[in-house]
């Protein structure tokens, strides 16, 4: 098991759904955790405007936010070390991280018959 820490920039909540303008890579990245959730892997979540400790704690975290601002959020740790910054990364990088297959997410698509192929059941 891993554990993968996520330092954010300042949000309304960690979907960015709320806003005024929803960054489409948010709900995306959201669900990539809750995936590597589903395997086996720990995950925490950290917003600088509603869990400032959490940044002040990490001293890694601290001393970047100390020397850059928040220009190098978001900071994507894994066991402890900075893998990531500045970007989300995709479900396929992060797998790579935990060793883990990333599954597509693809839509269903119908048939040639229609919904239920040839059956007729639709």
Same mark, same amino acid.
């Given at each position: 098991m891993k554990t993968i820490q996520v330092y954010d920039?300042?949000?309304?909540?960690?979907? @960015?759904?709320? @806003?005024?303008?929803?960054?489409?890579?948010?709900?995306?990245f959201a669900a990539d955790l809750d995936w590597l959730?589903?395997? @086996?892997?720990?995950?925490?979540?950290?917003?600088?405007?509603?869990?400032?400790?959490?940044?002040?704690?990490?001293?890694?975290?601290?001393?970047?936010?100390?020397?850059?601002g928040t220009d190098c959020l978001p900071l994507i740790l894994l066991n402890g070390k900075i893998v990531s910054r500045k970007e989300y990364p995709s479900r396929e990088v992060m797998a790579g991280w935990v060793s883990a297959t990333a599954a597509k997410q693809l839509l269903p698509v119908a048939k040639s018959g229609g919904c239920c192929g040839s059956t007729g059941c639709c």
């Open positions: 920039k300042p949000m309304c909540c960690s979907t @960015g759904v709320c @806003g005024p303008q929803v960054d489409p890579v948010l709900p995306q959730k589903s395997q @086996g892997n720990q995950v925490e979540r950290f917003n600088l405007a509603q869990q400032p400790m959490a940044f002040i704690e990490n001293k890694e975290v601290h001393q970047l936010l100390g020397s850059e």
